[in-house]
Protein backbone atom coordinates (compact mmCIF):
# COMPACT_ATOMS: atom_id res chain seq x y z
CA UNK A 1 0.00 0.00 0.00
CA UNK A 2 1.61 3.38 -1.17
CA UNK A 3 1.27 6.37 0.99
CA UNK A 4 -0.68 9.32 -0.72
CA UNK A 5 0.40 12.61 0.00
CA UNK A 6 -2.40 13.53 2.26
CA UNK A 7 -1.96 10.50 4.51
CA UNK A 8 1.69 12.17 4.73
CA UNK A 9 0.44 15.51 6.19
CA UNK A 10 -1.77 13.92 8.86
CA UNK A 11 0.82 10.88 9.74
CA UNK A 12 1.96 13.13 12.38
CA UNK A 13 -0.94 12.92 14.09
CA UNK A 14 -0.94 9.49 15.25
CA UNK A 15 2.74 9.19 16.12
CA UNK A 16 2.10 8.65 19.63
CA UNK A 17 -0.65 5.87 18.39
CA UNK A 18 -0.26 2.19 17.56
CA UNK A 19 -1.01 1.33 14.08
CA UNK A 20 -0.40 4.98 13.18
CA UNK A 21 0.36 4.01 8.94
CA UNK A 22 -3.34 2.25 9.09
CA UNK A 23 -5.51 5.47 11.43
CA UNK A 24 -3.54 7.87 9.14
CA UNK A 25 -4.77 5.83 5.89
CA UNK A 26 -8.46 5.54 7.51
CA UNK A 27 -8.87 9.01 7.96
CA UNK A 28 -7.18 9.80 4.54
CA UNK A 29 -9.69 7.85 3.08
CA UNK A 30 -12.39 9.42 4.99
CA UNK A 31 -11.49 12.84 4.38
CA UNK A 32 -11.79 12.20 0.52
CA UNK A 33 -15.27 10.14 0.95
CA UNK A 34 -16.50 13.04 3.14
CA UNK A 35 -15.68 15.45 0.65
CA UNK A 36 -17.29 13.77 -2.10
CA UNK A 37 -20.66 13.84 -0.51
CA UNK A 38 -19.81 17.66 0.67
CA UNK A 39 -19.82 18.27 -3.14
CA UNK A 40 -22.57 16.51 -3.91
CA UNK A 41 -24.55 17.78 -1.61
CA UNK A 42 -23.26 21.35 -2.23
CA UNK A 43 -24.17 21.37 -5.92
CA UNK A 44 -27.27 19.03 -5.86
CA UNK A 45 -28.91 21.23 -3.05
CA UNK A 46 -27.52 24.54 -3.34
CA UNK A 47 -25.56 25.30 -6.22
CA UNK A 48 -27.49 24.26 -9.40
CA UNK A 49 -31.09 24.79 -7.79
CA UNK A 50 -30.12 28.32 -7.80
CA UNK A 51 -29.02 28.50 -10.70
CA UNK A 52 -32.13 26.67 -12.33
CA UNK A 53 -34.54 28.86 -9.94
CA UNK A 54 -33.10 32.12 -11.65
CA UNK A 55 -33.56 30.35 -15.37
CA UNK A 56 -37.31 29.58 -14.65
CA UNK A 57 -37.86 32.94 -13.68
CA UNK A 58 -36.80 34.28 -17.31
CA UNK A 59 -39.32 31.66 -18.67
CA UNK A 60 -42.19 30.41 -15.86
CA UNK A 61 -44.10 28.84 -18.68
CA UNK A 62 -41.62 27.36 -20.86
CA UNK A 63 -39.35 26.14 -18.75
CA UNK A 64 -41.24 25.74 -15.47
CA UNK A 65 -42.83 22.93 -17.37
CA UNK A 66 -39.20 21.01 -17.75
CA UNK A 67 -38.65 21.28 -14.13
CA UNK A 68 -38.52 17.42 -13.44
CA UNK A 69 -36.17 17.00 -16.33
CA UNK A 70 -33.72 19.98 -14.97
CA UNK A 71 -33.73 18.42 -11.70
CA UNK A 72 -32.70 14.82 -13.16
CA UNK A 73 -30.18 16.79 -14.39
CA UNK A 74 -28.72 18.68 -11.91
CA UNK A 75 -28.55 14.92 -10.30
CA UNK A 76 -26.69 13.63 -13.25
CA UNK A 77 -24.43 16.89 -12.97
CA UNK A 78 -23.62 16.48 -9.48
CA UNK A 79 -22.62 13.07 -9.64
CA UNK A 80 -20.24 13.60 -12.52
CA UNK A 81 -18.68 15.95 -10.53
CA UNK A 82 -17.77 14.12 -7.64
CA UNK A 83 -16.88 11.09 -10.45
CA UNK A 84 -14.12 13.97 -11.94
CA UNK A 85 -12.79 15.09 -8.08
CA UNK A 86 -12.95 11.27 -7.33
CA UNK A 87 -10.38 10.60 -10.29
CA UNK A 88 -8.68 14.09 -9.82
CA UNK A 89 -7.32 13.27 -6.18
CA UNK A 90 -7.38 9.47 -6.28
CA UNK A 91 -3.59 9.06 -6.08
CA UNK A 92 -3.36 11.76 -2.98
CA UNK A 93 -5.94 10.67 -1.24
CA UNK A 94 -6.67 7.46 -1.31
CA UNK A 95 -3.97 5.05 0.08
CA UNK A 96 -4.68 1.36 -1.39
CA UNK A 97 -2.56 -1.30 -2.81
CA UNK A 98 -1.95 -1.44 -6.91
CA UNK A 99 -5.29 -4.03 -7.26
CA UNK A 100 -7.35 -1.75 -5.20
CA UNK A 101 -6.58 1.28 -7.20
CA UNK A 102 -6.52 -0.46 -10.59
CA UNK A 103 -10.07 -0.96 -10.04
CA UNK A 104 -11.30 1.61 -8.48
CA UNK A 105 -9.88 3.80 -11.01
CA UNK A 106 -11.78 1.59 -13.73
CA UNK A 107 -14.83 1.83 -11.99
CA UNK A 108 -14.78 5.89 -11.40
CA UNK A 109 -13.67 5.73 -15.05
CA UNK A 110 -16.80 3.45 -16.07
CA UNK A 111 -18.97 5.44 -13.73
CA UNK A 112 -17.74 9.25 -15.40
CA UNK A 113 -18.02 7.66 -18.87
CA UNK A 114 -22.00 6.86 -17.42
CA UNK A 115 -22.88 9.74 -16.07
CA UNK A 116 -21.89 11.29 -19.34
CA UNK A 117 -24.10 9.56 -20.94
CA UNK A 118 -26.96 10.20 -18.41
CA UNK A 119 -26.36 13.73 -18.93
CA UNK A 120 -26.66 14.14 -22.53
CA UNK A 121 -29.59 11.67 -23.03
CA UNK A 122 -31.14 14.81 -20.39
CA UNK A 123 -29.59 17.49 -22.48
CA UNK A 124 -31.38 15.77 -25.85
CA UNK A 125 -34.55 15.19 -23.73
CA UNK A 126 -35.10 19.08 -22.71
CA UNK A 127 -33.82 20.48 -26.16
CA UNK A 128 -36.42 17.91 -27.55
CA UNK A 129 -39.13 19.49 -24.94
CA UNK A 130 -38.70 22.66 -25.78
CA UNK A 131 -38.89 21.73 -29.20
CA UNK A 132 -42.29 20.42 -28.23
CA UNK A 133 -43.95 23.83 -27.19
CA UNK A 134 -43.49 25.41 -30.91
CA UNK A 135 -46.50 26.51 -32.73
CA UNK A 136 -44.86 24.12 -35.72
CA UNK A 137 -44.01 20.83 -33.42
CA UNK A 138 -46.84 19.15 -34.08
CA UNK A 139 -46.34 19.25 -37.24
CA UNK A 140 -42.90 18.15 -37.63
CA UNK A 141 -42.29 15.86 -34.85
CA UNK A 142 -38.45 14.89 -33.78
CA UNK A 143 -39.33 11.91 -31.40
CA UNK A 144 -37.75 9.80 -33.55
CA UNK A 145 -34.60 11.64 -34.06
CA UNK A 146 -34.36 12.01 -30.05
CA UNK A 147 -34.11 8.47 -29.19
CA UNK A 148 -31.66 8.16 -32.06
CA UNK A 149 -29.19 10.47 -30.95
CA UNK A 150 -29.88 9.00 -27.18
CA UNK A 151 -28.95 5.43 -28.78
CA UNK A 152 -25.93 6.64 -30.31
CA UNK A 153 -25.05 8.07 -27.10
CA UNK A 154 -25.35 4.71 -25.49
CA UNK A 155 -23.46 3.01 -27.94
CA UNK A 156 -20.79 4.82 -28.02
CA UNK A 157 -20.58 4.81 -23.75
CA UNK A 158 -20.68 1.34 -24.16
CA UNK A 159 -17.44 1.21 -26.44
CA UNK A 160 -15.95 3.25 -24.23
CA UNK A 161 -16.68 1.17 -21.04
CA UNK A 162 -15.45 -2.12 -22.75
CA UNK A 163 -12.21 -0.70 -23.80
CA UNK A 164 -11.40 0.64 -20.27
CA UNK A 165 -12.24 -2.60 -18.67
CA UNK A 166 -10.13 -4.26 -21.26
CA UNK A 167 -7.37 -1.85 -21.61
CA UNK A 168 -7.69 -1.55 -25.18
CA UNK A 169 -7.60 1.26 -27.41
CA UNK A 170 -11.75 1.81 -28.42
CA UNK A 171 -10.78 1.52 -32.41
CA UNK A 172 -9.51 -1.91 -31.34
CA UNK A 173 -13.38 -2.53 -30.15
CA UNK A 174 -14.83 -1.17 -33.31
CA UNK A 175 -13.01 -3.37 -35.87
CA UNK A 176 -14.35 -6.07 -34.50
CA UNK A 177 -17.65 -4.53 -34.73
CA UNK A 178 -16.99 -6.11 -38.84
CA UNK A 179 -17.13 -9.48 -37.75
CA UNK A 180 -20.43 -9.50 -36.01
CA UNK A 181 -22.09 -6.41 -38.42
CA UNK A 182 -24.88 -9.19 -39.36
CA UNK A 183 -25.34 -9.94 -36.30
CA UNK A 184 -26.12 -5.99 -35.33
CA UNK A 185 -28.02 -5.48 -38.46
CA UNK A 186 -30.56 -8.14 -37.43
CA UNK A 187 -30.94 -7.24 -33.92
CA UNK A 188 -31.32 -3.89 -34.39
CA UNK A 189 -33.53 -4.58 -37.67
CA UNK A 190 -36.52 -2.53 -36.62
CA UNK A 191 -34.10 0.05 -34.91
CA UNK A 192 -32.56 0.85 -38.09
CA UNK A 193 -35.95 0.68 -39.86
CA UNK A 194 -37.44 2.47 -37.81
CA UNK A 195 -34.73 5.55 -37.66
CA UNK A 196 -35.15 5.59 -41.47
CA UNK A 197 -39.04 5.79 -41.59
CA UNK A 198 -38.81 8.25 -38.44
CA UNK A 199 -36.97 11.01 -41.03
CA UNK A 200 -39.51 9.98 -43.58
CA UNK A 201 -42.33 11.03 -41.96
CA UNK A 202 -40.83 14.05 -40.08
CA UNK A 203 -39.76 15.34 -43.29
CA UNK A 204 -42.50 14.60 -45.59
CA UNK A 205 -45.13 15.15 -42.41
CA UNK A 206 -47.18 11.93 -43.18
CA UNK A 207 -48.58 11.91 -39.48
CA UNK A 208 -47.85 13.95 -36.14
CA UNK A 209 -49.60 13.76 -32.80
CA UNK A 210 -53.31 14.29 -32.48
CA UNK A 211 -53.52 12.86 -36.17
CA UNK A 212 -56.69 11.04 -37.15
CA UNK A 213 -55.23 8.29 -38.79
CA UNK A 214 -56.95 4.30 -39.91
CA UNK A 215 -54.44 1.18 -40.55
CA UNK A 216 -57.46 -1.61 -41.17
CA UNK A 217 -54.03 -4.38 -41.10
CA UNK A 218 -53.45 -3.21 -37.39
CA UNK A 219 -56.90 -2.24 -36.20
CA UNK A 220 -55.86 0.88 -35.55
CA UNK A 221 -58.67 3.96 -36.09
CA UNK A 222 -57.81 6.81 -33.58
CA UNK A 223 -55.56 9.33 -32.68
CA UNK A 224 -51.75 9.44 -32.95
CA UNK A 225 -50.79 9.38 -28.78
CA UNK A 226 -46.83 8.83 -29.46
CA UNK A 227 -44.85 9.34 -32.35
CA UNK A 228 -41.59 6.61 -31.13
CA UNK A 229 -38.34 5.21 -33.15
CA UNK A 230 -40.00 1.54 -32.96
CA UNK A 231 -43.49 2.11 -32.13
CA UNK A 232 -46.63 4.56 -33.29
CA UNK A 233 -48.95 4.59 -30.44
CA UNK A 234 -52.82 5.21 -31.36
CA UNK A 235 -55.56 5.39 -29.04
CA UNK A 236 -58.71 4.26 -30.55
CA UNK A 237 -62.43 5.91 -30.26
CA UNK A 238 -63.30 3.07 -27.81
CA UNK A 239 -59.90 4.11 -26.02
CA UNK A 240 -57.77 1.02 -26.53
CA UNK A 241 -54.29 1.49 -27.59
CA UNK A 242 -52.78 -0.03 -31.03
CA UNK A 243 -49.06 -0.49 -31.44
CA UNK A 244 -47.71 -0.24 -34.76
CA UNK A 245 -44.22 -0.71 -36.26
CA UNK A 246 -43.31 3.03 -37.26
CA UNK A 247 -41.53 1.83 -40.51
CA UNK A 248 -45.30 0.03 -40.95
CA UNK A 249 -46.22 3.61 -41.59
CA UNK A 250 -44.22 3.99 -44.62
CA UNK A 251 -43.80 0.67 -46.02
CA UNK A 252 -47.30 0.14 -46.07
CA UNK A 253 -50.62 2.67 -46.89
CA UNK A 254 -52.81 4.01 -43.81
CA UNK A 255 -55.46 6.48 -44.35
CA UNK A 256 -54.95 10.15 -42.36
CA UNK A 257 -57.89 12.31 -41.94
CA UNK A 258 -55.74 15.26 -41.15
CA UNK A 259 -57.04 16.81 -44.78
CA UNK A 260 -60.59 16.43 -43.41
CA UNK A 261 -60.09 18.00 -40.50
CA UNK A 262 -58.30 21.17 -41.77
CA UNK A 263 -60.89 21.33 -44.79
CA UNK A 264 -63.84 23.37 -44.76
CA UNK A 265 -65.95 20.61 -43.90
CA UNK A 266 -66.40 16.83 -43.42
CA UNK A 267 -67.95 14.82 -46.59
CA UNK A 268 -71.65 13.41 -46.44
CA UNK A 269 -71.99 10.44 -48.66
CA UNK A 270 -75.00 8.51 -48.60
CA UNK A 271 -77.75 6.76 -50.77
CA UNK A 272 -81.34 6.11 -51.27
CA UNK A 273 -82.47 2.73 -53.39
CA UNK A 274 -85.57 4.19 -55.14
CA UNK A 275 -88.35 1.32 -56.27
CA UNK A 276 -88.09 1.92 -59.94
CA UNK A 277 -91.94 0.57 -60.28
CA UNK A 278 -92.95 3.86 -58.14
CA UNK A 279 -91.06 6.35 -60.69
CA UNK A 280 -93.38 8.08 -63.64
CA UNK A 281 -94.18 11.01 -65.72
CA UNK A 282 -96.31 14.00 -63.32
CA UNK A 283 -98.42 16.29 -64.13
CA UNK A 284 -99.72 20.39 -63.26
CA UNK A 285 -102.31 18.14 -60.88
CA UNK A 286 -99.56 16.54 -59.35
CA UNK A 287 -97.19 19.21 -58.82
CA UNK A 288 -100.27 21.50 -57.09
CA UNK A 289 -100.15 18.33 -55.04
CA UNK A 290 -97.67 18.28 -53.52
CA UNK A 291 -96.95 21.87 -52.82
CA UNK A 292 -99.64 21.27 -50.68
CA UNK A 293 -97.75 19.28 -48.48
CA UNK A 294 -94.46 20.88 -48.84
CA UNK A 295 -92.89 24.14 -50.02
CA UNK A 296 -91.89 23.01 -53.40
CA UNK A 297 -91.37 26.12 -54.85
CA UNK A 298 -88.87 27.33 -51.94
CA UNK A 299 -86.43 24.43 -53.17
CA UNK A 300 -87.44 24.26 -57.18
CA UNK A 301 -87.89 26.71 -59.96
CA UNK A 302 -90.48 25.14 -61.50
CA UNK A 303 -90.41 27.30 -64.44
CA UNK A 304 -86.91 25.66 -65.36
CA UNK A 305 -88.31 22.19 -64.90
CA UNK A 306 -87.91 20.05 -68.12
CA UNK A 307 -91.58 18.86 -69.66
CA UNK A 308 -92.42 16.35 -69.15
CA UNK A 309 -90.54 15.68 -65.87
CA UNK A 310 -90.69 12.67 -63.52
CA UNK A 311 -91.54 12.31 -59.75
CA UNK A 312 -87.98 11.09 -59.59
CA UNK A 313 -86.70 14.52 -60.91
CA UNK A 314 -88.68 16.42 -58.86
CA UNK A 315 -87.04 14.99 -55.68
CA UNK A 316 -84.04 14.91 -57.10
CA UNK A 317 -84.10 18.88 -57.27
CA UNK A 318 -86.05 19.23 -54.53
CA UNK A 319 -83.55 17.23 -52.34
CA UNK A 320 -80.38 19.29 -53.53
CA UNK A 321 -82.23 23.11 -52.86
CA UNK A 322 -83.04 21.40 -49.47
CA UNK A 323 -79.41 20.48 -49.00
CA UNK A 324 -78.23 24.31 -50.39
CA UNK A 325 -80.66 25.84 -48.12
CA UNK A 326 -79.43 23.99 -44.96
CA UNK A 327 -77.50 26.10 -42.58
CA UNK A 328 -75.28 23.37 -41.62
CA UNK A 329 -74.05 22.26 -45.05
CA UNK A 330 -71.14 24.15 -46.71
CA UNK A 331 -72.64 25.31 -50.07
CA UNK A 332 -69.02 26.66 -51.00
CA UNK A 333 -67.79 22.68 -51.59
CA UNK A 334 -69.13 20.57 -54.19
CA UNK A 335 -73.16 19.44 -53.40
CA UNK A 336 -75.01 17.60 -55.60
CA UNK A 337 -77.59 14.79 -55.88
CA UNK A 338 -77.13 11.90 -58.59
CA UNK A 339 -78.44 9.01 -59.72
CA UNK A 340 -76.01 5.91 -59.91
CA UNK A 341 -76.42 2.67 -61.86
CA UNK A 342 -79.53 0.57 -61.53
CA UNK A 343 -78.92 -2.30 -59.35
CA UNK A 344 -81.24 -5.23 -58.82
CA UNK A 345 -82.28 -3.44 -55.92
CA UNK A 346 -83.57 -0.67 -57.23
CA UNK A 347 -82.15 2.83 -58.31
CA UNK A 348 -79.89 4.37 -56.42
CA UNK A 349 -80.38 8.49 -55.55
CA UNK A 350 -76.92 9.82 -53.81
CA UNK A 351 -76.89 12.83 -52.00
CA UNK A 352 -73.05 14.30 -51.78
CA UNK A 353 -72.14 17.07 -49.83
CA UNK A 354 -69.83 18.76 -47.17
CA UNK A 355 -70.77 19.55 -43.12
CA UNK A 356 -69.39 22.32 -41.65
CA UNK A 357 -69.14 20.81 -38.64
CA UNK A 358 -66.35 18.28 -38.56
CA UNK A 359 -66.73 17.24 -34.88
CA UNK A 360 -68.07 13.04 -34.56
CA UNK A 361 -71.17 13.58 -33.16
CA UNK A 362 -72.66 16.79 -34.40
CA UNK A 363 -71.66 14.86 -38.23
CA UNK A 364 -73.47 12.09 -37.18
CA UNK A 365 -76.86 13.91 -36.29
CA UNK A 366 -76.75 16.40 -38.95
CA UNK A 367 -76.63 13.32 -41.71
CA UNK A 368 -79.33 11.27 -39.69
CA UNK A 369 -81.42 14.56 -40.22
CA UNK A 370 -81.36 14.74 -43.59
CA UNK A 371 -81.14 11.15 -44.13
CA UNK A 372 -84.84 11.53 -42.15
CA UNK A 373 -86.05 14.58 -43.55
CA UNK A 374 -85.80 13.06 -47.42
CA UNK A 375 -87.17 9.42 -46.28
CA UNK A 376 -90.00 11.13 -44.99
CA UNK A 377 -90.92 12.98 -48.24
CA UNK A 378 -90.56 10.02 -50.65
CA UNK A 379 -94.06 9.08 -50.24
CA UNK A 380 -94.58 12.82 -51.10
CA UNK A 381 -93.35 12.76 -54.41
CA UNK A 382 -95.04 9.27 -54.63
CA UNK A 383 -91.91 7.41 -54.50
CA UNK A 384 -91.25 4.38 -52.77
CA UNK A 385 -87.87 3.12 -50.94
CA UNK A 386 -86.31 -0.30 -51.92
CA UNK A 387 -86.27 -2.42 -49.16
CA UNK A 388 -86.15 -6.19 -48.68
CA UNK A 389 -89.10 -7.16 -46.83
CA UNK A 390 -89.95 -10.19 -44.75
CA UNK A 391 -93.16 -10.48 -42.16
CA UNK A 392 -96.46 -8.88 -42.96
CA UNK A 393 -97.16 -5.68 -45.14
CA UNK A 394 -99.12 -3.22 -44.19
CA UNK A 395 -102.29 -2.66 -46.40
CA UNK A 396 -101.75 0.53 -47.06
CA UNK A 397 -98.69 3.36 -47.38
CA UNK A 398 -97.12 3.90 -44.29
CA UNK A 399 -98.10 7.88 -44.86
CA UNK A 400 -101.83 7.17 -45.08
CA UNK A 401 -101.14 4.89 -41.64
CA UNK A 402 -99.56 8.26 -39.77
CA UNK A 403 -102.48 10.19 -40.98
CA UNK A 404 -99.86 12.02 -43.31
CA UNK A 405 -101.56 13.47 -46.69
CA UNK A 406 -101.37 11.08 -49.47
CA UNK A 407 -100.55 11.60 -53.07
CA UNK A 408 -102.86 10.77 -55.79
CA UNK A 409 -100.76 8.85 -58.62
CA UNK A 410 -102.00 9.52 -61.93
CA UNK A 411 -103.73 6.52 -63.86
CA UNK A 412 -101.06 6.37 -66.42
CA UNK A 413 -99.24 5.95 -64.69
CA UNK A 414 -100.28 3.35 -62.54
CA UNK A 415 -101.30 2.04 -65.60
CA UNK A 416 -98.05 1.76 -66.72
CA UNK A 417 -96.89 0.14 -63.88
CA UNK A 418 -98.43 -2.74 -64.44
CA UNK A 419 -97.96 -3.15 -68.58
Same mark, same amino acid.
Request: with cysteine; hydrophobic share 45%.
Given at each position: ??? /????????????????????????????????????????????????????????????????????????????????????????????????????????????????????????????????? &????????????????????????????????? %??????????????????? %??????????????? &????NRLVTYGD?? &?????????????????????????????????????AGSFKNWR????????????????????????????????????????????? /??????????????????????????????????????????????????????????????? &????????????????????QSVSGQLS?????????????????????????
Amino acid at each position: MTK /THLQELITPWFEKVPDAFFLSAITASSIGILSLLFVYLFTRRLMLPGIQKVVTKLSPERIGSLSPMLTKLNKRIACLLCCVLFLATFDSVYPVNAIAQEILKTIGQALLIIYIGFIISSIVSIAGAIYN &QLDFAREVPIQGLIQVVKLITFIVCSILIVSIV %LEKSPTYILSGFGAIAAVT %LLVFKDTILGFVASI &QIAANRLVTYGDWI &QVDNYGADGEVIDLGLNTVKVRNWDNTITTIPTYMLVAGSFKNWRGMQESGGRRIKRSLNIDMNSIFLVDDDFKTQIEAAIPLQEYIRLG /TLPDPVSNLGLFRRYAEGYLKQHSKINTSLTLMVRELQPLNHGLPIEFYCFSEDKRWISYEHL &QAEIMDHLLAVLPVFGLRAYQSVSGQLSPADGADMAGKPSIKVPNNAVQGQHQ
